[in-house]
T-cell receptor
Framework: QKEVEQNSGPLSVPEGAIASLNCTYS??????FFWYRQYSGKSPELIMF????GDKEDGRFTAQLNKASQYVSLLIRDSQPSDSATYLC?????????FGTGTSLTVIP | ETGVTQSPTHLIKTRGQQVTLRCSSQ?????VSWYQQALGQGPQFIFQ???????GRGNFPPRFSGLQFPNYSSELNVNALELDDSALYLC????????????FGPGTRLTVL
């Protein structure tokens, strides 16, 4: 079992729709959770981080964390073609840091 | 732009050689982490340096080693290169270890022939 699992996609949504990206993790001791966006050929760019159960909103992005279910998600509202990228979920567990393999998102104009 | 810089941008080596990659952390950050990202995969954690000490290590063999300097810049050294070492090597800086957000540099693309 991988430490962090994501649906690799591809996920396609029309422009203006809500994109929902999901991630599960295996270590119940995980303490901090991050979403990164990576464009092809570029390095990951931090979008959001969340430490506590519940929702955290930043502009068009909402991160949701449920530690009991070991689940973290990212919602992108009013999706734009510029949001087309791979979205990486990352989890800190002790002195380790784990990334998922990423979900490829395409926003169709 | 995150303020994290890496050098070189690209590198080509042959199997068995040694390589050193360099990273300058963002101003004010005292922690540097290194990652290996193979094509189509997520970054894999190699190790982290916090205030010049190794603070955590992923599942990589000892031929992957590192250093952090008093100015918090860092080096990643890989000995006895293998073909599978071909990847994008990413450096990320943060303030005070894992619990805080990490910001990535542009990466070094290593090709081993």
């Amino acid at each position: 079992q991988k430490e962090v699992e994501q649906n690799s996609g591809p996920l396609s949504v029309p422009e203006g729709a809500i994109a929902s990206l999901n991630c599960t993790y295996s270590d119940r001791g995980s303490q901090s959770f991050f979403w990164y966006r990576q464009y092809s050929g570029k390095s990951p760019e931090l979008i959001m981080f969340i430490y506590s159960n519940g929702d955290k909103e930043d502009g068009r992005f909402t991160a949701q964390l449920n530690k009991a279910s070991q689940y973290v998600s990212l919602l992108i509202r009013d999706s734009q073609p510029s949001d087309s990228a791979t979205y990486l979920c990352a989890v800190n567990a002790g002195n380790q840091f784990y990334f998922g393999t990423g979900t490829s998102l395409t926003v169709i104009p | 732009e995150t303020g994290v810089t890496q050098s070189p941008t690209h590198l080509i080596k042959t199997r068995g050689q040694q390589v050193t990659l360099r990273c300058s952390s963002q101003s004010g950050h005292n922690t540097v982490s290194w990652y290996q990202q193979a094509l189509g995969q997520g970054p894999q954690f190699i190790f982290q340096y916090y205030r010049e000490e190794e603070n955590g290590r992923g599942n990589f063999p000892p031929r992957f080693s590192g250093l952090q300097f008093p100015n918090y810049s860092s080096e990643l050294n890989v000995n006895a290169l293998e073909l599978d070492d071909s990847a994008l090597y990413l450096c990320a800086s943060s303030l005070n270890s894992f619990y805080n957000e990490q910001f990535f540099g542009p990466g070094t693309r290593l090709t081993v022939l």
